[in-house]
């Protein structure tokens, strides 16, 4: 069970909303996974910004590699959002 959950050398999420990334507008208010071995890490996300939040995108890195991935996972945009991505 650890091996897997350590297998995600790398994880962070950019939130984008307009141009609030750049003026540090947008919080993130919670931030979590939940390992599900052998099938899965589920990871949450919680955050909040004074403009509306419409694109997420979540970068990880498995194990040593050297490339980094991204995902797009869905969600309904607006000033606060909940999101939640299984990986795999």
């Given at each position: 069970?650890?091996?897997?959950a350590l297998?995600?050398?790398?994880v962070?999420w950019?939130v984008?909303?307009g141009?609030?990334?750049?003026e540090?507008?947008?919080r993130v208010?919670s931030?979590?996974?939940?390992?599900?071995f052998?099938?899965?890490?589920?990871f949450?996300?919680?955050?909040?910004?004074?403009?509306e939040?419409?694109?997420?995108?979540?970068?990880?890195r498995?194990?040593?590699?050297k490339s980094t991935s991204?995902a797009?996972?869905?969600?309904?945009p607006?000033r606060?959002v909940e999101?939640?991505?299984?990986?795999p």
């Open positions: 069970m650890r091996r897997f297998a995600l050398f790398f962070s950019l984008a909303a141009l609030a990334l750049a540090g507008e947008i208010t931030q979590a996974y939940e390992n599900r052998p099938k899965e890490i589920v949450q996300l919680k955050a909040e910004a004074d403009k939040i419409k694109k997420i995108t979540f970068f990880y498995i194990g040593s590699s991204y797009y996972p869905s969600f309904t607006g606060v999101v939640s991505y299984p990986f």
